[in-house]
């Protein structure tokens, strides 16, 4: 059974940083599609990031030069550093992997990014 689960998130101020982590079980990080979605109050969920099995990545507009995602093989777990956050990117970040056609989520981390 697929367990994903997320930590890291919290209170920041505008243009702090945190560092989102990922830990899988039952699946590893380095052989499927894995990705960071977030779902802000009264919008839908939009993809952030996402990794795929032989390392490229890729980003929304929005967090491109901000945000790096990342994933340690040894530890099982895949990572979102966030940099110069901005009130924007408030919301609950959510941890995905898609394994032959089916989808993973984990319970979501909430980022709120406020002075």
């Known amino acids: 059974q697929v367990q994903l689960v997320e930590s890291g998130g919290g209170l920041v101020q505008p243009g702090g940083s945190l560092r989102l982590s990922c830990t899988a079980s039952g699946s590893q990080v380095n052989v499927y599609v894995m990705a960071w979605y977030r779902q802000a109050p009264g919008k839908q969920r939009e993809l952030v990031a996402q990794?795929?099995?032989?390392?490229?990545?890729d980003y929304a507009d929005s967090v491109k030069g901000r945000f790096t995602i990342s994933r340690d093989s040894a530890k099982n777990t895949m990572y979102l550093q966030m940099n110069s956050l901005k009130p924007e990117d408030t919301a609950v970040y959510y941890c995905?992997?898609?394994?032959?056609?089916?989808?993973?989520w984990g319970q979501g981390t909430q980022v709120t990014v406020s002075s």
């Open positions: 995905y992997e898609h394994i032959r056609g089916l989808n993973y």
């Open positions: 990794i795929h099995s032989l390392g490229s990545t």
